[in-house]
């Protein structure tokens, strides 16, 4: 197995994953992916990729093997599953997990496949489905530093903040950490746009304003507009900002933490998805700000 990382494994390509893997493809790495439907990995296949049928077969002679996938469960499954990558992934391999999941998860798949020698980084990423197409993702990483500075450069060809924060789990839990931020942020710029609605402002001209002073952040400058313009497409979906929020309040409950912004924010998440707006980008929030108040921002296109 080589020191320097230059076949990747990729398993998983969804709307982060998908672009992620083209970004390592034009980096010069070869990359072997797998996709549970096979017409993604068609995709790929088509700019330069190998195709793997399952994701142990994404694991073999590979010097890395990266996934992307929904949850926890799917994370152990194509791991440590029946065909999973700890079956036929090389000693000295390095798994490196960008899906954002359980930290105890995360620390029991790096023990087991410490145990046949295959290092194992968590190292989920922000920066939504635009920051996974123009390689600008932040990355936070845990797990071994020599592990680390092996990936760095597979890192460079997805992302442009990379950064070790700890041991196996720390990627995770710093994952947490932003997503309470994102899910707050979705919430206070629903609640200023709706003001600014009801007293009559040009919303676009009110996020000109807002976004160039103290109250501007990633989810006004980026979601804003999408909400002005009633544009709900996903780059990151209700549902799956409701599965992080799921793991925010786990990990709450464990540090016995009141988290009331987080809580509250998650409560009006579930009420959006209830509108059956879970496959929607996480900006649709703004419908359950709209049902609640009775005032419309735009309609949706």
């Not at 295959?118 to 797990?143: C, E, N, R």
């Amino acid at each position: 197995m080589s020191a320097e990382i230059k076949k990747v494994g990729f398993v998983g390509l969804g709307i982060m994953g998908l672009p992620m893997a083209r970004n390592l493809i034009k980096a010069g790495f070869e990359v072997k992916a797998y996709n549970r439907t096979s017409s993604k990995a068609d995709q790929l296949a088509a700019e330069g990729a190998l195709r793997a049928e399952t994701p142990g077969a994404a694991a073999e002679e590979v010097d890395a093997i990266i996934t992307m996938v929904t949850d926890t469960s799917d994370v152990e499954d194509v791991i440590l599953g029946k065909e999973g990558i700890i079956h036929r992934a090389e000693s000295g391999a390095v798994v490196i997990d960008m899906s954002t999941i359980s930290p105890k998860a995360t620390r029991k798949m790096s023990k087991a496949l410490a145990e046949r020698g295959i290092g194992m980084l968590d190292a989920p990423v922000s920066g939504g489905d635009v920051g996974a197409q123009k390689g600008t993702l932040t990355i936070m990483v845990g797990g071994r530093e020599q592990d680390y500075t092996r990936a760095l450069p597979v890192f460079e060809a997805m992302g442009k903040t990379i950064t070790h924060v700890g041991p196996s789990g720390a990627g995770q839990c710093t994952k947490l950490c932003n997503q309470v931020l994102v899910a707050i942020h979705l919430v206070a710029v629903s609640e200023s746009l709706l003001l600014a609605k009801a007293s009559g402002l040009d919303l676009h001209k009110t996020l000109q304003v807002l976004t160039g002073g103290a109250a501007n952040s990633w989810s006004l400058q980026n979601l804003g507009p999408r909400i002005v313009d009633g544009d709900h497409n996903p780059g990151f979906m209700v549902r799956l900002l409701l599965k992080d929020l799921r793991l925010v309040m786990e990990a709450a409950a464990d540090g016995d933490l009141p988290l009331i912004g987080a809580s509250m924010a998650q409560q009006m998440f579930i009420a959006v998805q209830k509108m059956g707006c879970g496959d929607l980008g996480t900006q649709s929030v703004i419908r359950a700000f709209e049902a609640v108040s009775g005032r419309t921002i735009t309609e949706p296109v």
